[in-house]
Structures are given as C-alpha cells and as structure tokens.
C-alpha cells in the first residue's frame, strides 16, 4: 500500500517520549525537555526535508526508537525479568523507558512542527519500534501511501 521512502532521517541522541501537558495558574505548557527536543528534532527534519512544501495526502510513518542500554544487569526486581537471555541487551521495558505511543507522538510531532506533515492526521499507517542499543536515536521512514484501485 505505501510507495518508497521519500524521507529517511535519523535524529541523534536520546529520544524524549511526549509528556502530557502541565497546567498551572499561568497556563498549559509541555514540559522544558520535550520541548527542547521536539525543536531540535523539527530543525534536523526540516533541513532533510529541504524547500519543499509539506505533504497534504496520506502518508506512511515508520518509527524506530533505539535508547540506551543500562550500565548494568538488573539482577533483582521487576526489571530482571525483561533481561533478554540470549542478547547482551535488555528488552526496553520499564525503569526510565517511556511508553512506545508517546515515541510515537513525539516523532509525529516533530514532522508537524517541521512543516513537513501539515497534520498527523493524514497519517494512515504507523509503524513503531522500540530497542535498546548502542547506535541511540530515533529513525523517521516516511512514505507515500498510494490507495489500491479495485477493478
């Protein structure tokens, strides 16, 4: 269903799952950290992304999320559980690792604020990943999704 990658970006650097809003007495705002990192992140993908206009017809987004691995075992707990058996990593559960939906949204997000998507809502497919590894970030695929024509 969707057609070849148009845009391949990696954004280096620990990736920032999308934090709810705070609310306060002066207002509704995102914490500093994520919007930090979704501004760097919108001005790595505007610079791939180039003059372009933005893409207004249905699109194909593949996310993989790649975060750091821990320094140690967990040999008790919870998480010594998720300790992949076979492999020198753990699986990304638990501790500091945020919910795969919010890597999502960040990366979502990032595409908006780069004026390359002009809404998420035009995003029709959505693949997301989520690893620990040596090789931190976060990898944005986007693609065309050309519909099927039934004859």
């Known amino acids: 269903m969707s057609g070849a990658p148009i ?3 990696t954004i280096p650097g620990e990736p920032v799952a999308a934090a709810r809003p705070r609310v306060t007495k002066y207002g509704t705002h995102n914490p500093t950290r994520y919007r930090r990192w979704k501004a760097a992140a919108a ?5 791939a992304w ?23 075992r967990p040999r008790k707990g919870q998480h010594a559980r998720f300790w992949h058996p076979t492999e020198d990593y753990p699986l990304p559960i ?3 690792w945020g919910d795969i939906d919010n890597y999502a949204k960040s990366a979502l997000d990032a595409l908006q604020a780069a004026g390359i998507i002009e809404d998420d ?3 029709v497919e959505l693949a997301v990943t989520k690893q620990a590894g040596t090789d931190v970030g976060l990898y944005i695929t ?3 999704v050309h ?3 039934e004859e």
Not at 43 to 47: F, H, I, K, S, Y
Not at 55 to 63: G, I, K, L
């Open 142 to 144: 986007l693609s065309l």
């Open 121 to 123: 809502c035009a995003v």
């Open 50 to 72: 180039g003059p372009h206009y933005p893409v207004s017809s249905a699109v194909a987004v593949s996310v993989e999320v790649v975060l750091p691995r821990p320094k140690s």
């Open 147 to 149: 519909p099927e024509h």
């Open 43 to 47: 001005r790595r993908l505007a610079a």
């Open 7 to 9: 845009l391949y970006v």
């Open 94 to 96: 638990g501790g500091k």
